[in-house]
């Protein structure tokens, strides 16, 4: 089970088995990507990354209205994002190319809205489950005539 500090962060580690792991956004009350979310994640590819048992980890939501929301856009977290990740890119490019890359099977469990960002992370996942009753995917960059 997951320590204190991760507890109380916007991104759960719960570690069910060394071979199955569940990640809970909980960053109320949206779950908007800041960074925090990033930070969280970036702690969770390195762990994922060093822990050879590992085969599948399932992305949820501790919001059952929303899954994972856009990317900050308060101001607050554009130095983080606009930094390099391990990969050499930005943290958010950095943290869903390596997603896609990782060798542990992702699962996006998704209930409630997933805009934006969270659409993107759900699809660098490798597989998607969705509430026919209350999920929804959005890309509203789309409509703004924004490149996502």
Request: with cysteine.
């Amino acid at each position: 089970m997951s320590d204190v500090r991760e507890m109380a962060a916007p991104v759960h580690i719960i570690e069910e088995t060394p071979a199955y792991w569940r990640v809970l956004f909980d960053n109320p009350p949206l779950n908007v990507a800041d960074q925090a979310v990033f930070e969280g994640l970036q702690d969770l590819l390195a762990r994922m990354d060093a822990s050879p048992d590992l085969r599948v980890v399932v992305f949820e939501s501790a919001n059952p209205d929303f899954y994972l929301a856009h990317t900050d856009m308060s101001g607050e977290s554009r130095n983080y994002t606009n930094s390099g990740g391990p990969s050499g890119v930005s943290i958010l490019m950095d943290t869903l190319v390596r997603l896609t890359k990782s060798p542990v099977v992702s699962i996006a469990k998704i209930r409630g809205r997933a805009r934006g960002l969270g659409s993107e992370f759900a699809l660098a996942c490798d597989m998607r489950f969705a509430s026919r009753e209350n999920a929804i995917l959005g890309q509203p960059e789309v409509g703004a005539g924004v490149i996502p």
